[in-house]
């Protein structure tokens, strides 16, 4: 065991601070690493304030985590000390189950453990995340991220690169084909550029015409108003696929009127209820409604060097650690464009001064 | 023009009674058919009472015919006099849209033209359908019929047969399956014979264990009674596909449960408003709920061989037209199994008696 320091949430109402507490030393197949920088995910937010009622406290929140290797087990491959090194969602899975023997971890059976907010496979141990100076996680659920990337805007593809390039591959996104991307927030700018990489035409639909402005300037050919009824018609059955990020309940009806015969529309973002659909939607089209999760390691691998390939980041904006819960605050107004990343050397500043 | 009798509905709360009117002689591309039976679908009976607010009268219901060639346009080449011939949902469509030359008519962009509660195209003339003596369809939308069949239990292969034909073979179900049914109507028997014949493993999934009795003598190999949350519990993502036949809204969370990763639950009865779909239920898995309307004329013809080749037919309960209203009300209560066929020679003398 070896002591971390973090910035934790102690229950669902106090807010964020230092904290203390020891990690396992790398085993033959684990990984440890310095994090240099970590995502702030919206679901962060939910789960350090108990939203979704499965809460663990205390709580490290992070799971969009970029850092260095600094020690690795005898048995480690995959990476080396001094690389460069992602963790995402996950940290363990069972590994045995149809899932996990077809690389979709994200789908085990058992459940995958989260990289916070679980407890360690065979153990009471809760696990803590990316709001921390050191992790260690088993090989498979370390990616490698190339040096040509932009470290810290590298972070968020971890989990909002992750969750959009995966439904795009999927559903085989590709040139030819009219992509609309629902929602400009962290998954949604990164579903335009991902889908523009892949070669499609995308449009942004959003509710804010002035966000479409600024899905112009991250790749989209098109915006669409979801707002404008004459619009919306106008484009009605002329999607082959759509990625929903929106990240909560919702209407998908005049969504689904958008899709071409035999489209889908991917929900990546909703995980509560939907608001009635009406059968005769999907019906009248044999369209189809599904859902993604995330990706599985190999597809996160291969994520990161699509990015690093396409020269594909997020669009960023730095804060320091003891700045976190006036980031919350403002994620609560929509107001970052489009992910708040933790320079994680300010981890040291703020524990010293607390 | 020619002279027909039908029995029609004169509005929406008269029940039906004999009708006299014209139909059109058959141009070169025609085919007339002296109907022998038509089969009672369920949204005959929603359609004469104006249910779905779109009802046109007078109507003369009936989309399951099956009839005898009498006469054939010049240009006529799929069927000769004599041929037994079937006409199921449409008598028309455009022709021309991205649906109709992928031979999925069903989807015409500018709709099909629906047998009966329709208006021909290009004019403002009601379509009537098969509770009539005679009909004249063009030749794209009338398919032939093997004289091999039980002729009187080949009509709802029209309706009830191809809608849940088709949503089998689009999503290829086969051996080495798991396909579950959901409800047993005129819909749910023929998707496990087809789905059976199709060489899936079958799971007949109702709320009666009564039915599921005989699911089994229609040829399912299991039975899941979906009030008994044990069982459904012991089932959860064991199905590869789920084809829900159930007709009016409900919630759908139970059956995507049920689903495996990437399994695809399809409606062919729900054209309402469904329940509130949790996302996570798709999320978790990627999971697709689609829908499927009836099939093309291609794929219709497709399904009375496949029927043909392996001696399928409905299980059905002939009646006289004169006891078309007593049916209806019979159907409101799941009083059948599991379609009601007309013998259209019992209309000669309804009429006689009116």
């Not at 904290?19 to 396992?24: A, G, H, P």
Request: aromatic share 6%.
């Amino acid at each position: 065991m070896f002591q971390c320091i973090g910035y934790a949430a102690p229950d669902a109402t106090t807010p964020l601070a230092p904290f203390s507490f020891e990690r396992r030393d790398p085993g033959p197949h684990d990984i440890q690493i310095e994090i240099l920088y970590c995502g702030v995910c919206h679901s962060d937010l939910h789960q350090t304030r108990n939203d979704w009622f499965n809460s663990l406290f205390p709580m490290v929140p992070g799971h969009e985590i970029i850092g260095r290797v600094v020690r690795v087990g005898a048995q480690v491959t995959k990476l080396k000390v001094g690389d460069v090194a992602g963790v995402g969602c996950m940290v363990d899975s069972c590994r045995r189950c149809v899932a996990c023997t077809a690389d979709l971890e994200q789908y085990c059976v058992e459940g995958p453990t989260p990289t916070y907010n679980g407890r360690e496979r065979g153990s009471d141990a809760l696990t803590f995340g990316g709001y921390s100076d050191q992790i260690v996680v088993e090989q498979r659920f370390v990616v490698k991220i190339p040096d040509t990337l932009d470290l810290k805007a590298a972070a968020p593809l971890l989990c909002a690169g992750i969750t959009t390039y995966s439904p795009l591959k999927h559903w085989k996104v590709g040139p030819g084909q009219k992509v609309g991307v629902i929602g400009l927030g962290g998954l949604g700018h990164m579903g335009v550029k991902f889908a523009r990489a892949m070669g499609a035409s995308v449009t942004m639909i959003t509710t804010s015409p002035e966000k479409g402005k600024d899905a112009l300037r991250l790749g989209a050919n098109e915006v669409l108003v979801s707002r404008d009824a004459a619009a919306m018609e106008k484009a009605r059955g002329s999607f082959d696929f759509l990625l929903n990020t929106v990240p909560v309940g919702h209407d998908m009806n005049p969504y689904a009127a958008l899709l071409k015969i035999d489209g889908t529309m991917t929900l990546v973002g909703a995980l509560t209820a939907l608001d009635p659909l009406m059968g005769f939607n999907l019906i009248m089209g044999r369209k189809s409604i599904a859902g993604s999760s995330i990706g599985g390691m190999v597809e996160t691998q291969e994520m990161i060097d699509f990015c690093a390939a396409h020269n594909i980041v997020s669009d960023i904006e730095m804060i320091d650690i003891a700045d976190i819960n006036a980031a919350y605050e403002r994620m609560l107004k929509n107001d970052v464009k489009y992910r708040f990343v933790i320079d994680m050397a300010s981890l040291k500043k703020a524990a010293a001064a607390a």
